[in-house]
Every structure is written in structure tokens, then in C-alpha cells.
């Protein structure tokens, strides 16, 4: 379902447009998103890739370096599941 918003803001028309469309359109549309993703990810990915490149260019080099992943927006929703998930695996490996 998350795909048929995604082609409708892409396409600018409703998701009920999207709907009304031939089924063979849509399945051609989702082979290629699935070849040539687009959206609000890749924009993302763009963004963080040039982030990650000026970051990496301008680093001090005593400093560990930058990930990529530093560099992606997240949601405060998605910071705090990541944060979570990361505190139950830290107390995890510490009880093995």
C-alpha cells in the first residue's frame, strides 16, 4: 500500500487515480521503483550521501570516521525504536 502513495505523490494525482489505473500499468510502475527507486528515500540517500562526502573531506583525521547511516534523517519515532533496540541488545550481550 506504502508503494501506491509513493506513485501518486510521484505522478502528482490521488491514490485514488492510482487505483483506477490498468493493474499491467502498476506492475510496470513497481518493476521499475523496484529498478529505480524514487522518493522520499532516495532524496534522503542523496542528501546524506553528499553530507558524508563533505563530512568525509573536511574530517579531522585523528577522529574516527563518519557512517553514512549519521547522515539520514530519521524520524524521532525511528531515533527512539533505534535507541531501544540498541539497549536491548547491549543488555542482552551482557547476559550471555
Known amino acids: 500500500m506504502e ?3 509513493t506513485l501518486a505523490l510521484a505522478l502528482g494525482c490521488s491514490v485514488r487515480q492510482i ?3 490498468p ?3 502498476v506492475l510496470g510502475w513497481q518493476a521499475y521503483y523496484q529498478a529505480n ?3 522520499s528515500w532516495r532524496d ?3 542528501s546524506a550521501t ?3 562526502i ?3 573531506a573536511n574530517r ?3 577522529r574516527p570516521a563518519p557512517d553514512i547511516k549519521d547522515f539520514f534523517y530519521r524520524d524521532k519515532t525511528s531515533r527512539e525504536r533505534d535507541r531501544d533496540t540498541a539497549t536491548i541488545l547491549f543488555f542482552d550481550s551482557k547476559a550471555k
Open 50 to 52: 553528499i553530507a558524508h
Open 60 to 62: 579531522n583525521p585523528k
Open 44 to 46: 534522503n540517500f542523496h
Open 19 to 21: 487505483y483506477d489505473l
Open 54 to 56: 563533505l563530512a568525509m
Open 3 to 5: 508503494f501506491v502513495y
Open 37 to 39: 527507486p524514487f522518493g
Open 23 to 25: 493493474a499491467e500499468e
